[in-house]
């Protein structure tokens, strides 16, 4: 049976690429609950879904897009985080949706009431870096 030793440099750096993984794994969890958290309290939750095939009110499609859609969708754009941050503090144009077909809403409304705009700042960027399942 081959014996594995942690003094050399391969090894070494195998445990803390493992040990670096666990981490950041244990960090995410907590985030993701703050997010949840904020996203029930803020009323997020009531039009929106983090996973696409949700339905939304009697059956029909959800009242506004998955949050893994929206990552997708807006994974290459830099300046998404700004934008998608001020469509939800101030709402969206009924007019300028393209999420037909994929939503059931018409816009989004106006949230700054609801949320504060550094939290709707950590929420887009959290969603933003949600991956697809």
Request: aromatic content about 6%.
């Amino acid at each position: 049976m081959p014996r594995f030793s942690t003094s050399r440099p391969a090894t070494r750096l195998s445990i803390a690429l493992i040990g670096l993984l666990a981490s950041a794994a244990a960090l995410a969890a907590p985030q993701d609950d703050k997010m949840m958290r904020l996203a029930n309290f803020s009323g997020c939750l009531i039009c929106h879904h983090i996973d696409s095939g949700a339905k939304g009110p009697d059956g029909l499609a959800p009242i506004g897009p998955a949050w893994r859609d929206v990552a997708a969708k807006y994974r290459a754009d830099k300046g998404a985080a700004d934008r998608l941050t001020q469509t939800v503090l101030k709402g969206s144009n009924p007019y300028e949706s393209h999420w037909k077909g994929q939503a059931s809403g018409l816009a989004m409304p106006p949230n700054a009431v609801a949320i504060k705009e550094a939290d709707a700042k950590d929420l887009v960027r959290w969603i933003l870096q949600l991956q697809a399942k």
